[in-house]
């Protein structure tokens, strides 16, 4: 796996023997507090079918993801989707699969972090 950082988003992806190719963006930051909400995207390039298949190596414990739309930018097809993070601190990992060919994939990790604010009235 690889990642990249273009414009304050961080894009993930993995190399393949395929001429289908996924990576999934994640906006400027991989560490979120418990319960939070990410909005992440997905792009597949080459192949017939420009989708995507989302899900969490952890499994349920590993927070849920929500499928979004899709936008067409610049020839390009954007899967978005909603990530929430589970309650329980740790590393996860988003997996992002081509319908089109099972073997081709990307993976964001993604880090859940207890807030280090203080409580309020300390």
Known sequence: MAAILVAGTIWYFMRGNSDIKVSISVPGRTTVSPRAKLEIQAVVNGGDKKDVLWSIQEGASGGS??????????????????????????????????????????????????????????
Not at 82 to 102: C, F, K, L, N, V
């Open 65 to 122: 993801i929500e499928r979004g739309g899709a936008v067409m930018q610049q020839g390009r097809m954007y899967l978005a989707a909603t990530y929430t993070a589970p309650a329980q601190p740790g590393t996860y990992h988003i997996i992002a699969t081509s319908t089109e060919d099972h073997s081709q994939q990307a993976v964001a990790q993604i880090t859940v972090q207890k807030s280090t604010k203080p409580s309020p009235g300390h």
